[in-house]
């Protein structure tokens, strides 16, 4: 029996067991490339898609889990001809380093932006408390995050 759901506005069938980590259907059968294998424990971030406007790490999340729901995945936030606000301002601020912790970041940032526009430095750190990023470019990637929520407020 298949399990159905959307991703970044597609519908998907996936002929998988439903214990599947969400993360190999989307990797290996969808071909994304944003959600990345980081620890496989839900602990990095480097994983993190939204559903139902939560960010979840999609390691530890069965595709039974998900089943019916829309997933947004990095490449469904924005495209090369139309970033998302925090994809432009990661951009302008040279907010990372090697790339491997940014969906991760981006997908968190934007889940909390999304309820929170307007939110502290304070609250926007307490909020990405729980991604890993091992290079360094937490402050640049703070200042994008800020810049972000400030234009998604103006809106």
Known sequence: MAITLKV?????????DPAT????????????RGPKFGCGLGQCGACTVIVKGQAIRSCV???KTVE????TTLEGIGSADKLHPIQQAFVEEGAMQCGFCVNG???TAKA???KNPKA????????????????????RMLRAIQR??????AR
């Not at 970044?8 to 998988?16: E, P, S, T, W």
């Not at 972000?148 to 407020?153: L, S, T, V």
Request: proline letters at 2%; aromatic letters at 6%.
């Open 21 to 32: 980590p969400l993360l190999y259907a989307l990797s290996d059968d969808l071909e994304l």
């Open 105 to 107: 970041v981006i997908m």
């Open 61 to 63: 999340t069965t595709l």
């Open 120 to 139: 502290t430095e304070a609250e926007i750190q307490q909020a990405m408390s729980g991604v890993l990023c091992r290079c360094f470019s937490n402050v």
């Open 8 to 16: 970044n506005g597609r519908a998907h069938a996936f002929d998988l």
């Open 112 to 114: 909390f932006l999304d």
């Open 68 to 71: 019916g729901q829309e997933v």
């Open 148 to 153: 972000a929520g400030e234009r998604m407020a």
